[in-house]
């Protein structure tokens, strides 16, 4: 088995419980062979831990196990059976959600999303695509899926030196495939859809933030119109924006699905459409703002921030008095505590009053590391419009 010793930085990085060390934190690589399990040692020999090696990546070492037990087909099969008896407890009334979420299931670099019996894998790092036989084996056993997919269509494989790719692994995954949440009927495109699909990190925000939303409501940055098709059970009239042609094709048919017909959905840019509302005098009861991440890296959050500000800004403009604002942000480099700077300086600019509602994040089968802050990328508030 290979060796890493870390260097005094890196080694107290590790101590303080973060999953991952950087190339520039090692200063010993000894025969570890790309994408195999190595041990993790102190400069005295002592063991440390055992992790996944990549060779191209900085992040160089990928924590699996603090103990030096031997890391086997028996060893993950009990890792996906633990992150699917999770699963079983807090996913309610859905069957389409994460069920292997890396490194906050034990296994890094590895995402499996379930859809009905149709898993859809991505493996992110050179570890796991070495073991993509091994987890497929796991999941045939335990679970008799009708296809798995392999979406590694994802540039962050770039970084371990990965091409993209998309494949069958097995059985025959329709080009459609019919799941539900809640009361809600959607469809899923898992070879074409963004992400695996859907976006399930949004799932229990969807469920939640319908009790809010009546009247007259927007879902901006709709994509297949769930959060849309979620209120419009309970609200009067519901506008769906984004602007994919595809899926506000997809968004339309899920309203045809349903028999939802107070919804309209349109392919527009969000910006200007919030502008258009303004100009024209139109209000709203409640907004949902659920836009792409604008703060890829740490370097653009300046300019990501200004985005997330003329958003909200324009959106609680449009906002009765007792309106709802449900606005989200998925970059992981922009925080919970400065995406409520930037809501606060909205309310100052137009001299608001926003009452926080809830506070939440992504749903429960996307669960966060305490000490691994990268595995918590979603902010979702809920803040209503005092005046
Ligand atoms: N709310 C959705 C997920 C939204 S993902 C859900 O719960 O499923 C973000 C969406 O924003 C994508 O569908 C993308 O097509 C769309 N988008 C990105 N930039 C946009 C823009 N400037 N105007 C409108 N839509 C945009």
Redesign the pocket.
């Known amino acids: 088995m290979g060796r890493l010793i870390p260097t005094a930085k890196g080694l107290a990085w590790f101590r303080k419980g973060h999953p991952w060390i950087f190339r520039n934190d090692l200063a010993k690589i000894q025969d570890a062979a790309p994408g195999s399990i190595v041990s993790l040692e102190e400069k005295n020999g002592k063991f440390l831990a055992q992790g996944f090696y990549s060779e191209h990546s900085k992040i160089a070492f990928r924590l699996v196990s603090r103990s030096q037990e031997r890391i086997h087909l028996n060893f993950w099969k009990e890792r996906v059976e633990r992150a699917f008896h999770y699963r079983e407890a807090v996913v309610e009334k859905t069957n389409a959600y994460r069920l292997i979420y890396g490194e906050s299931d034990g296994i890094p670099s590895l995402i499996v999303d379930r859809y009905a019996d149709h898993f859809v894998l991505q493996t992110l790092s050179q570890a796991t695509e070495d073991l993509l036989d091994l987890f497929t084996k796991i999941l045939l056993e335990l679970f008799r899926p009708s296809s798995i997919l392999l979406r590694n269509d994802l540039s962050v494989r770039e970084l371990e030196g990965l091409p993209q790719e998309k494949k069958i692994i097995m059985g025959e995954c329709p080009s459609r495939v019919q799941v539900f949440e809640g009361t809600i009927q959607y469809l899923v495109d898992l070879w074409k859809g963004?992400k695996t699909g859907?976006?399930l990190d949004?799932r229990e925000n969807?469920a939640a933030a319908s009790r809010f939303l009546r009247g007259r409501v927007l879902d901006a940055?709709?994509?297949?119109g769930?959060?849309a098709l979620h209120a419009a059970r309970h609200a009067a009239q519901v506008t769906g924006?984004?602007?994919?042609q595809e899926?506000i094709e997809q968004a339309r048919e899920n309203a045809l699905l349903n028999g939802l017909a107070n919804t309209e959905f349109r392919k527009?840019?969000?910006?200007s459409f919030l502008k258009a509302e303004a100009e024209a005098g139109r209000h709203y009861d409640g907004i949902i703002l659920?836009?792409?991440a604008f703060a890829k890296s740490k370097e653009n959050v300046g300019g990501a921030s200004r985005g997330y500000k003329e958003l909200n800004l324009r959106a609680i403009r449009l906002l009765n008095p007792g309106g709802i604002l449900v606005t989200s942000s998925c970059s992981y480099n922009l925080s919970e505590s400065r995406f409520l700077e930037i809501l606060r300086e909205c309310e100052r600019d137009l001299g608001a009053t926003l009452k926080i509602i809830e506070k939440r994040g992504q749903s429960a089968d996307h669960p966060i590391l305490l000490s691994f802050p990268e595995s918590h990328y979603l902010k979702c508030l809920f803040l209503e419009k005092i005046h």
Not at 221 to 224: A, D, G, I, L, T
Not at 241 to 244: A, G, H, I, L, T
């Open positions: 963004q859907a976006y949004q969807r940055f709709c994509y297949h769930l959060f924006v984004d602007s994919s899926a527009e840019n969000v910006f659920d836009p792409p």
